[in-house]
């Protein structure tokens, strides 16, 4: 594994550092078939156009999801995007803008923030909100941590339909705070075990987190045990699709304290899982506590509207001891499409779009429901994803389904194991037509006559 200038005692010095005895372990997870032994299979003499081409073609063997009729969710989304908002998002002053450390020289970029801060917090209904949250699972795992600083206690109760990405960065998160996590079963339904919940809250409770809709579609009631975690003193942490608040009740309307999400369904694309762009927003008094950088706006010397860094109570800011945070980056080119997303489309779009996703979604699940031997695997309300017991290995049926040109979802048994082996969970957006759902039934019909093993 020749690198530039490294001699082979430079290697070995790495190699003794990081415990390993030779190269190889450092690629040990990738199966032997795909690693590269010797030089690429590249004939002698082929001019450079004739190698891209040979490369092209290898390329082209890829089938990215612009390729294919995608159904995948799972918290990242493919929505229609204005051409607007690559247009405008493109223009250098956005896509070279960096931390606007000098106010007087930044204040292009920190009217973006405020913007985009502005928006956040009309979306969630909770009167603070903030910038520089790196994606969804990072922006819940500081609320977590914030939680615990501002209740003084060591135990956050999280659902079992949390999103399991988001669950393996808390845990990251939290694992060297003395925070302890405890997981909260559901209900047949899908949705958060009441009963359970109530039977953990105690006097060590720092937060009980709520994703709705959660991980399985479902559409939680957090209003229904709002009370109650607080009555324990702990505070109701939301992790919440934003485009869901486009119909359905926001955080701050339910007594939430603090609400985080992800933001690349407003204007940001799909890649390939990233990169992302997290939110929050939390209660006026726990302003303090929050992560991260917030923009206000104020006046100049001479009377004129500005904007500045109002408060920024990270590590490189402040004493260390006093940081709420770490983070370093704005995010601030994913936030600008979002702010000029949401713009473009008003709240009279933005409920459009809502609608549509959901009135989709429904219209598919009921497709797929009345399939012999397909069903939903939960009847609780559902936004825009739901959860299909399949007749064979949900596996199976995904690889069925891209051979006609199609990624028909996500196969649960990869985060929840064995027992999920036959569940799928399926996606409808905007993007998606009637013949893009009559395509996917096809495949499905295909997938049941599929022997497994």
């Not at 082929?46 to 999801?65: D, G, K, Y």
């Not at 109701?236 to 609400?259: F, K, Q």
């Amino acid at each position: 594994m020749p690198y530039t200038f490294h001699t082979d005692d430079d290697r070995r010095a790495m190699l003794d550092l990081l415990g390993l005895k030779s190269e190889d372990e450092l690629v040990q997870v990738i199966p032997e078939k795909y690693r590269l032994r010797g030089l690429l299979p590249i004939e002698r003499g082929r001019t450079e156009p004739e190698v891209l081409r040979m490369l092209s073609r290898l390329a082209n063997r890829n089938a990215p999801s612009t390729q294919l009729t995608s159904f995948l969710g799972g918290g990242i989304y493919e929505h229609t995007v204005p051409s607007a908002v690559k247009n405008i998002t493109s223009r250098p002053e956005f896509s070279t803008a960096y931390t606007p450390y000098q106010p007087e020289a930044s204040q292009g970029t920190l009217q973006v923030i405020f913007e985009f801060q502005t928006h956040i917090s009309r979306l969630t209904r909770l009167p603070v909100a903030n910038a520089s949250m790196y994606d969804g699972a990072s922006a819940l795992a500081e609320a977590c941590l914030m939680a615990a600083k501002i209740t003084k206690r060591e135990v956050v109760l999280v659902p079992y339909a949390l999103n399991p990405r988001y669950l393996r960065v808390v845990r990251s998160y939290v694992s060297g705070q003395k925070i302890e996590l405890k997981t909260i079963p559901t209900t047949d339904s899908g949705d958060i075990d009441a009963t359970a919940l109530h039977r953990e809250l105690n006097d060590r409770t720092a937060a009980v987190v709520v994703q709705t809709p959660n991980y399985f579609g479902v559409l939680e009631r957090p209003w229904e045990f709002e009370k109650e975690v607080h009555a324990a003193g702990a505070l109701v942490v939301a992790s919440t699709d934003p485009v869901s608040l486009s119909l359905l009740r926001p955080p701050g309307e339910y007594g939430a304290d603090i609400a985080v999400g992800e933001c690349q369904p407003l204007g940001n694309e799909m890649s390939y899982g990233g990169p992302l762009v997290g939110f929050m927003a939390c209660k006026q008094e726990f302003i303090r506590q929050m992560p991260g950088r917030l923009v206000s706006a104020t006046k100049d010397v001479d009377g004129r509207d500005a904007f500045v860094l109002t408060l920024q109570t990270r590590e490189q800011h402040i004493r260390r001891e006093k940081a709420t945070s770490n983070i370093c980056t704005n995010q601030g080119l994913l936030a600008t499409r979002a702010t000029v997303y949401m713009s473009l489309l008003g709240e009279h779009g933005f409920t459009e779009l809502g609608r549509i996703c959901a009135e989709r979604a429904h219209k598919l699940a009921g497709m797929i429901a009345a399939l012999d031997g397909y069903s939903l695997r939960y009847r609780a309300p559902f936004f825009r994803e739901f959860v299909v017991a399949c007749p064979t290995d949900a596996d199976s049926v995904v690889e069925t389904a891209r051979k006609h040109g199609m990624l028909a979802g996500i196969p649960l048994a990869r985060y929840f194991g064995a027992s999920a082996r036959n569940l799928l969970l399926v996606t409808a957006t905007d993007r998606h037509s009637d013949d893009d759902f009559k395509a996917l039934c096809d495949a499905l019909k295909r997938a049941s006559l599929v022997k497994v093993g």
